[in-house]
């Protein structure tokens, strides 16, 4: 996505009449999980049934555990309640969804029961990503534990919910769970109006703010965003669903728990189907966002407690109009699936379908999408490209610059 804006709501509204996860009781002790952070996505290292170890993500928006339907077949769970189903996680299409019953999931030496995990197909999504993506932790760890994220030391902390007493100085604000989804309210300033909603809690969402097709259509936002003469950049928003059309564009400012992000990149999407297509929400917060903080998801008092880090500078995105996905498996492999139109990438000839084979001389293979994304937010700078275009190879020199 152009930088981490095709925003995932990945597993999202996915199937909101589970059970609730069946396990003994949580240790009053915190239990702390380390996590790597790409592009500011928590992922984790998690084992499903004694597995091998899996490459899940910690997916605040989604109503249940999930697992790859590639990686459920693989270890051999059984599935039940097959079905193509609509209105699955973001995305106007439909999807292939399932369960498996009696699932143990384990993280590092903590283990819990999940009596039905849900199973989708995930690697499409994967390619966005840039990572293998085996699966999702949603509602049924966060609903057993109070979970802190810690962006800054890369962790997870697991609070007993029955021994969790905040005594911070911390923000703390109501937090509305809605079938397993986190909703908090959180405030939209643009050209001097204030559009205040109830905003998802998405942790894998890379962007700041995507708003919701009913949302934006109610307030007559993104005429106001054009008539004020702010450049809107045609992209897509990619899910499990499949894709829904999404225009990006900076707002004056977004509010949320008492602070103010100044001049935050915002998704406007234009959905069909799925997650962006609710009347009951405004949109999703991402991890643009929620990164700048301690984020602590305390469901049994009903607060999402905050406590600040550092102070959110002005975010950047994608500054050469390219939009790539790499290829599973091993994800080595990136291809060009967008080339926005008057950007530096346009005006130096990439094209859709060219195949990164070096990056200012570094070979493709050894770069990660991530470590790609980042280069390419640095305004002013000039950066060598050389592509495969069928049996060819393209050497391309373009000079970065921002794009909203």
Known sequence: MINAMRTLTIIGALLFYLASVIAQPPAEDPIEIPFRLVENVVWLQVRVNNS????????????????????????????????????????????????????????????????????????????????????????????????TIDYQQHKLVLHSNEAFEYKGSGRTIPLRPSFGVPIATGTLVLDGKEYSGDFIIDAPARGSVTLATPFIAGNGLLDAMRSSGRRLLETELGGVGGTSKNALGRVAAFRFAGITFESPIVGCANATGGAFARRDIAGIIGAEILHHFRVTLDYPHGQLILEQFEIPDVPETDMSGITWESQPPDHNELTAVRVQDNSPAAEAGVKVGDVLVSFNDQPAAEIRKWQLTEALKRPGEEVKLVVKRGEKEVSLRLVLRRLI
């Open 52 to 147: 091998r170890p899996l490459n899940f993500i910690l997916d605040t928006a989604a109503a249940t555990d999930a697992v790859n339907m590639r990686v459920a077949e693989e270890l051999h769970l059984p599935l039940f309640a097959m079905r193509t189903r609509a209105n699955v996680g973001a995305g106007d299409g439909l999807t292939r969804t399932a369960f498996a019953p009696n699932v143990q999931i384990s993280l590092s030496d903590t283990n819990y029961e999940n009596p039905r995990v849900g199973a989708v197909p995930l690697d499409s999504v994967s390619r966005s990503f840039g990572e293998p993506f085996d699966g999702a932790l949603g509602y049924d760890l966060l609903s057993r534990w109070v979970v």
